[in-house]
């Protein structure tokens, strides 16, 4: 079973179009998270929500909008999508342990977004 | 901002050791110490982590200075298999990445 499974795992789509990608993880983590990795690789972190409620928020635009429905799943729902846009979203989780969130992460094998 | 830094890049043999070194001189009391690798065209996978003492797993082993202010991940045997980027974090409440070391390992 994958711990941490991402849907779709490629997607792409044209300037301006609505997209979503889907996350969910089945290790009862407490913790999940959007991650970007761009052209040059570098994994910035967007987005961390602890059972259902967000804690990290980076600078990231608000057509890029998390929802959680459970603490389960974590999706990432993107408007007026742009080129810049275009990179390897990945999904990870991970559990609280104590009062620090320290836990390694898990993560899924990502999802390629082209936006053309 | 990552609170890490890591060499480049590094060159390995195959089954030779590798020493990946890892200076966090702002660490504070309360972060672990995490190492990820990311093989191609993959997710980063857990490695090791540790607080205060030395860990070893059947990955890997992480020396940790005794400061706290640098680390070293220590592959015994390189293999193929084990290029990849390695990414060494602080973790505490936060996971911020840097831009990692890319080991590459030759026949």
């Known amino acids: 079973d994958t711990a941490v499974s991402q849907t779709p795992k490629y997607l792409v789509t044209q300037m301006g179009n609505d997209k979503s990608i889907k996350c969910e993880q089945n290790?009862?983590?407490?913790?999940m998270y959007w991650y970007k990795q761009d052209s040059k690789k570098f994994l910035k972190i967007m987005f961390s929500?602890?059972?259902?409620?967000?804690?990290i928020n980076e600078t990231v635009p608000n057509r890029f909008s998390p929802k959680s429905p459970d603490k389960a799943h974590l999706n990432l729902h993107i408007n007026s999508l742009e080129l810049g846009d275009s990179a390897v979203y990945f999904c990870?989780?991970?559990?609280?342990?104590?009062?620090?969130?320290?836990?390694?992460?898990?993560f899924g094998e990502g999802s390629r977004l082209t936006v053309l | 901002d990552a609170k890490t830094t890591q060499p480049n890049s590094m060159e390995s043999n195959e089954e030779e050791p590798v020493h990946l070194p890892c200076n966090h001189s702002?660490?504070?009391?309360?972060?672990?110490i995490h190492w990820y690798r990311q093989l191609p065209s993959q997710g980063p996978e857990y490695v090791i982590h540790?607080?205060?003492s030395n860990v070893n797993n059947r990955m890997a082993s992480l020396a940790i200075a005794e400061d706290r202010k640098s680390s070293t991940l220590i592959l015994h045997r390189a293999t193929l298999r084990d290029a990849a980027v390695y990414y060494c974090?602080?973790?505490?409440?936060?996971?911020?990445f840097g831009a990692g070391t890319r080991l590459t390992v030759k026949p």
């Open positions: 990870a989780s991970s559990k609280v342990l104590g009062q620090l969130n320290t836990g390694e992460l898990f």
């Open positions: 290790l009862g983590h407490d913790t």
């Open positions: 929500y602890n059972n259902k409620e967000l804690i």
């Open positions: 702002t660490i504070s009391g309360t972060d672990y």
């Open positions: 540790g607080l205060t």
């Open positions: 974090i602080l973790r505490n409440n936060d996971m911020r």
